[in-house]
């Protein structure tokens, strides 16, 4: 390959931390909100994909808009019961699973955006 050493550090490292901090999240969140959350990683690609000057046609950017919305809308439903072995995934810990969720997707934006690049 004829991309530098430290590049390809670069992508293993935010690879990596992407991995760490979804899994590390799961001790704070169920799984089907985990999957939810990642369901929205274009958001953060795009986002940095902007930051580092890719353009995107308008389509792709409704095309997220609309997948975003089903997520939030999907998360939104249910009867707020959750079962007595997830009981410990709700509440305050919970949003420390959520901001863990939050980072791995800045991870995996800054992966994808940055491996575009290359």
Known sequence: TTVPTHKLMVLAMTSMGSTFTSVRSLRYVIFPVQV???SCKPIPVMIMGAF???KYPLKKYVNVAVIT???AMFMGGGDGKGSGQDAD???PMMWFGVLLLFISLCFDGGTGA???KL
Do not use: N, R
């Open 69 to 71: 919305m089903g997520v």
């Open 89 to 91: 995934k709700q509440g």
């Open 52 to 54: 580092l000057g890719k």
């Open 36 to 38: 939810l959350a990642k």
């Open 114 to 116: 940055y491996e575009d």
